[in-house]
């Protein structure tokens, strides 16, 4: 079924479109965080900032798992096949991986040095998830 959705005129690319939507507000609303945690834009009380925006950026992550996971099953053997596909997937767990190790250990409380570099991090592996994704259909 997953099959004939690749193939119908127009499912692929309205899928594609959302899974663009969400991570649009992925990356928009983590660069902004980012941004904060970094000491750009102090006058902005960070927790309600942080509840926004991370709000929106597991919004960002739903819609695009989501849809990432519809196209994966369209052609599940060709992706599986994809060295492309396996980095992106790989990027993706490191980020999540950070990201818990971040709340864990309570940085968005501390601001420190440590909860910047993690913030650092998370940008590389975003853009890196971002990277490979685009380049999945060129290899
Ligand atoms: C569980 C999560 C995800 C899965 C399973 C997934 C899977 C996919 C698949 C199957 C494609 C289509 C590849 C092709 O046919 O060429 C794709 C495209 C793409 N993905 Fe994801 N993805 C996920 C999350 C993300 C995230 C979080 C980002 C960005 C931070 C991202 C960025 C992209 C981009 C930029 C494209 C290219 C879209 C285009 O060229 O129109 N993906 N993804």
């Not at 690319?13 to 507000?25: D, I, K, Q, R, S």
């Not at 960070?46 to 739903?62: C, D, H, K, M, N």
């Amino acid at each position: 079924m997953l099959v004939a959705l690749g193939a119908h005129p127009w499912a692929y690319p309205m899928l594609e479109t959302v899974h663009l939507l969400g991570v649009g507000l992925l990356l928009g609303n983590m660069a902004l965080l980012e941004l904060r945690v970094f000491g750009w834009g102090v006058v902005l009380p960070i927790q309600p900032l942080a509840r926004l925006s991370l709000g929106l950026v597991l919004t960002g992550f739903s819609l695009a798992a989501i849809t990432g996971l519809l196209m994966f099953g369209t052609q599940p053997q060709e992706l599986l096949a994809n060295r492309v596909f396996t980095v992106k997937m790989g990027l993706l767990m490191l980020a999540g991986c950070n990201a818990a190790w971040f709340h864990a250990r309570q940085s968005l409380q501390r601001l420190d040095a440590t909860a910047r570099v993690s913030m650092g991090l998370s940008g590389v592996l975003w853009l890196g998830v971002l990277t490979c994704g685009r380049w999945i259909g060129y290899v």
